[in-house]
């Protein structure tokens, strides 16, 4: 069992930066791949990134390549997502994963949070 919290959200101008954390609790954590997904209003699900348990191998989805970064540090049972050049269009609530996937784990989630990007 992983219980996942996820942090860092808020309001900032396109352009700019922001990271989200997320805290991970469960013994097994370290041997879970994590990611993370968005929803915004009005739309399904998406996935944004995902990292391996060791860091190895990493996924993104096409819209953040090159602008958000995500990694891990297993010590602190944490796993990160930077994101750089915020648009508009990245306005949604964010969430943490876990899960066996590397490509899409998915079966554990955080509580969620916020991030808003003003034009």
């Known amino acids: 069992q992983v219980v996942l919290v996820d942090s860092g959200g808020g309001l900032v101008q396109a352009g700019g930066s922001l990271r989200l954390s997320c805290a991970a609790s469960?013994?097994?954590?370290?041997?879970?791949?994590m990611g993370w997904f968005r929803q915004a209003p009005g739309k399904e699900r998406e996935f944004v990134a995902a990292i391996s348990w060791s860091g190895g191998t990493i996924y993104y989805a096409d819209f953040v390549k090159g602008r958000f970064t995500i990694s891990r540090d297993n010590a602190k049972n944490t796993v990160y997502l930077q994101m750089n050049s915020l648009k508009p269009e990245d306005t949604a609530v964010y969430y943490c994963?876990?899960?066996?996937?590397?490509?899409?784990?998915?079966?554990?989630w955080g509580q969620g949070t916020q991030v808003t990007v003003s034009s």
């Open positions: 994963t876990a899960g066996i996937s590397d490509y899409r784990p998915s079966d554990y």
């Open positions: 469960g013994r097994t954590y370290s041997s879970y791949a």
